[in-house]
C-alpha cells in the first residue's frame, strides 16, 4: 500500500475484509456480478494520516443515481442552515462561494436571493439535477483542476470554498488542493468538515471506514496537508453530525487571519491519544474485532429467543457493519429506510432486502437495530410508537446495548 499523498510505502494495519459499494444497493439478478474490494487500512506516519488502501474508481461510487440525500435529516437541514449562517462571516455582499460536493443544495440554498454568487460541484447527476430544480447553480461534475477551467470569474476569487463529507471522498487530495489554490481569493476560506478521526477512535465507530472515505481526517494531519499547499490551519469546530465530526478552516500561508486557540487545544489532545502516529492503530483493530464479536454473539441470541429483528436506515456505514460482521438475511429479516433508490433492493454484499420505511411499525420487529446512530434523537422521537408497543432498539457503540 502506499500513501496517497508521498507515494511511500504504508504496511496496512488491518482488513475489514472484502467489502462491495457501499451505497450499492442492488437487484437479486445482479448479486452474481456484484464488485468486491479489500477493505484494508493504513497510516501514513509523516502526514498522520489514516487511509485506504484500495477502493473502488471514483465514478463507480459517484454516479449518475447517487443513493443518498443530504436532505434525508431533518437535522442536517438546520445543520446546514446553521453552518452557511456561520460562514457568513468570511463573506462580504457579493461574495462568490463554491460547494463541494453540494448533493441537493441543502446547504447552498441558504444563500438563495441574496447577493451572493454561489456554485456548487456535484459529480452525481440526480442529486444534482434536484438541486437545479430548487433553482441552485449545480455544476454536474467533479471538483479538480480540469472542471474549474472554465469559471474565469472565479480564479482567485472566491472567498468561500466549502464543503461537508467530501474531502475525504478524494483520492486525489493534490489535485483538490491545487484547484483550491486557483480559486481562493487572497484573504479567502477553505473550510470542510469530515467525520473525526478522533471521534471513530473514541468511540471505536469503525463503519466510518467504507469505499467512499478514503481518508479519516485528524486535527494534526489536516495541519499538515495544509502546509504542504502554502495553506495553513487557522481554526476547528467540533460538530455533532455523523457521530462526530470537525470543520476545518483553512486560509493562506500569507493570510493575515490567525489561528484560534482550538488548534492547540486538539493539537494537544490528538497527541495524548497517540493519533500523531500509527501508535494507536493496534488498540484501534483491537477493539475493531471485540465489537464485532459482541454484535454477532448478541444477534445470534436474540435470534435463537425467536426474536424479529430489522435494520433501522440502510446507511453507506451498515454495509461495512453487516459485511465485517458476516451479517446477512439470515439473521437481519428486512432493513427499513426512506430513499426511493434503495426501496426494493437489497443491502450490498449482505443482501438483505430493503423495505419502505413506513411498513416499520406494521411489520412489527421486536429488535430494530439503529444503523443510523448518528441520527438516534431524531429517530427516537418520531418512533415513540415503536418502544410502545413493545419494541427494542439495539444500538452498538461504544458497546452493545438493546433497550
Ligand atoms: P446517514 C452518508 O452516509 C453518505 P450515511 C456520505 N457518503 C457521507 O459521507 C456520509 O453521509 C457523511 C436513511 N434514514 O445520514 C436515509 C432513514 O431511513 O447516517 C438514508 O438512506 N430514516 C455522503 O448513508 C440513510 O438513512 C431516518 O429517519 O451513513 C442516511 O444515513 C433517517 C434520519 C435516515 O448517512
Redesign the pocket.
Known sequence: MKCKITGQKIVPFMSFGKMPI??GFLNKKDFNKEFFFDLKVGFSDKFSLFQLDEHPSIKKMFHKNY????S??K??IEHFKNYALWSKKFLKSKSKIIEL?S?DGTFLKNFKNTSIDAIGFEPSKNVSDLAKKKGIKSINKFFNTENISDLKNLKGNTDLICGA?VV??VPNLKNLFISVDKLLSKDGVFVFEE?YLGSVYEKNSYDQIYD??IFLFSAIAISKIAAEFDLKLIDLVPQP??GGSMRYVLCRKISKRVKTANIEKFTSYEKKINLDNSEFCKKFKKNCENSKKDLKKKLLELKDEGKKICG???????TTILNYCKIGPDLIDFI????SE?IGKYSPGSHIPVID?KLFLKKKPDIAIL??W??SK??MN?EKKYKKSGGKWLTFFPTVKVR
Open positions: 457501499a451505497n443513493p443518498f440525500y443530504t434525508s435529516s437535522f442536517m460536493g448533493n463529507n475525504c471522498h467525520p467512499e472515505h453530525t455523523h433501522y436506515a440502510a446507511t453507506s456505514k451498515s427499513t429506510d426512506t430513499t434503495k420505511h444503523f443510523a448518528n441520527h431524531e429517530i418520531k
